[in-house]
């Protein structure tokens, strides 16, 4: 079995900066693409930005600029730089990953989200 665990999230100001994290553990083999998502209330879920397990990244319009997705591979674990925070960036925002088990099954994986909320 494969857990995420998100940490990181708050109030901050508009502006301001948020540090997001997330940790797989579990039986894992390999992770393939890390990706943070984020849901606005009465809104869908969408996809923020993207990293490969080689590094490469992509991200939504509304981040470029402002947002980085890195991670450490050693530790099975992704990050979220969120600089210039808006308003309209307040979200629950969720990380998720494409792993490969140990048994050699593969799945995605989602975590439980952390809430950001840009207020002043």
């Known amino acids: 079995q494969v857990q995420l665990v998100e940490s990181g999230g708050g109030l901050v100001q508009p502006g301001g900066s948020l540090r997001l994290s997330c940790a797989a553990s579990?039986?894992?083999?390999?992770?393939?693409?890390m990706n943070w998502y984020r849901q606005a209330p009465g809104k869908q879920r969408e996809l923020v930005a993207t990293?490969?397990?080689?590094?490469?990244?992509t991200y939504d319009d509304s981040v470029k600029g402002r947002f980085t997705i890195s991670r450490e591979n050693a530790k099975n674990t992704v990050y979220l730089q969120m600089n210039s925070l808006k308003s309209e960036d307040t979200a629950v925002y969720y990380c998720?990953?494409?792993?490969?088990?140990?048994?050699?099954?593969?799945?995605?994986?989602w975590g439980q989200g952390t809430q950001v909320t840009v207020s002043s």
């Open positions: 990293i490969t397990s080689g590094g490469s990244t």
């Open positions: 579990g039986t894992i083999f390999r992770i393939n693409n």
């Open positions: 998720n990953a494409d792993v490969v088990t140990r048994v050699l099954l593969r799945n995605v994986y």
